[in-house]
């Protein structure tokens, strides 16, 4: 499938009410970008990280009343499901276009990976970009850039995960709507993959 670049009515779609009016503008409009994305990166995040990825799709099937927010695809080392694994997200809020390396809070492996984020800090620190931003919670749009985060706060994000069940790790790249409309479908793959070539080191740890 052929990369397309995303749009200012792809983003709209979160400004639609109702959840039926919203799903259907999502499968619709987002949703074939997404699988596209999913076929070309998880072929190049295969080749990142020296292991078979797989791509899925947000199906928001469980949602009954509330229409979703964002929606993206997700790439993780197992065809059955991602969200029990360390894995790689592209996906869009109202707001921004996002490019996440995430461990959330159904990884049964948390405590070990947070403990490799600790252990490797130091690592860490310099070679997440400071554009870059980090978040512990993947159902809010909001994040902290990582040139505003102290090595203390950082190590507190990496300690929580370690002994918080619901808490999170995500790390990588906000694009605001505006400036993600403009790119060209090459742009954002560049775009897209140098962020992944970025965040391979912290899949590796986890």
Partial sequence: MELKAFSASDFNVFKINGLEDRMSALQERIRPKLEALGQHFSKELSHLTDEELYYHVAKHARRTKNPPNDTWVAFAG?????????????????????????????????????????????????????DFVWSGDHTVPNATPHRELSKDELLALFQRIQRVKSAE???GLHIPRDEAIELSPQNLEDKIYKVFEKLIPLYKFS
């Fill in 78 to 130: 197992s065809n059955r499901g991602y969200k029990m694994l360390p894995h790689f997200q592209i996906g869009l809020w109202e707001t921004h276009l996002f490019i996440w390396f995430a461990v959330i809070y159904e990884a049964p492996n948390k405590i070990k990976a947070g403990l490799a984020f600790e252990e490797n800090i130091d690592e860490i620190m310099t070679m997440v970009p400071d």
């Fill in 169 to 171: 790790i995500l790390c």
